[in-house]
Nanobody, 121 residues
Framework: VQLQACGGGLVQPGGSLRLSCAAS????????IGWFRQAPGKEREFVAAISWTGDNTYYSDSVKGRFTISRDNARKPVYLQMNSLKPEDTAVYYCASSPVVALSIYDYDYWGQGTLVTVSS
């Protein structure tokens, strides 16, 4: 499975961005998608995750209420809508796939290349 994350960029505090994660390759089996981020000098951390069917979603406390993860269809791209962005949201954002929805990076086996989000005035 190959994952392609895109949609990052520079945005002012309070602004919005939408990231997308598209999967290709051997995507025959169900997979959940998680978004993680890594700021300079910090460890990679969980942001949000969505199950194969889209029925179950999970968020870190730091983004709950501001970010929304979604997927229209099990084999379509997964989106991360980010609103009310803050400077502390600045990081490289990665999407990853897992056989089951999970919150730990260790449960994800395929990773995209990352897309940079910079929140600054």
């Amino acid at each position: 499975v190959q994952l392609q994350a895109c949609g990052g960029g520079l945005v002012q505090p309070g602004g919005s961005l939408r990231l997308s994660c598209a999967a290709s390759g051997h995507t025959f089996n169900p997979y959940a998608i998680g978004w993680f981020r890594q700021a300079p000098g910090k460890e990679r951390e969980f942001v949000a995750a969505i199950s194969w069917t889209g029925d179950n979603t999970y968020y870190s406390d730091s983004v709950k209420g501001r970010f929304t993860i979604s997927r229209d269809n099990a084999r379509k791209p997964v989106y991360l809508q980010m609103n009310s962005l803050k400077p502390e949201d600045t990081a490289v954002y990665y999407c990853a796939s897992s056989p089951v929805v999970a919150l730990s990076i260790y449960d994800y086996d395929y990773w995209g290349q990352g897309t940079l989000v910079t929140v600054s005035s």
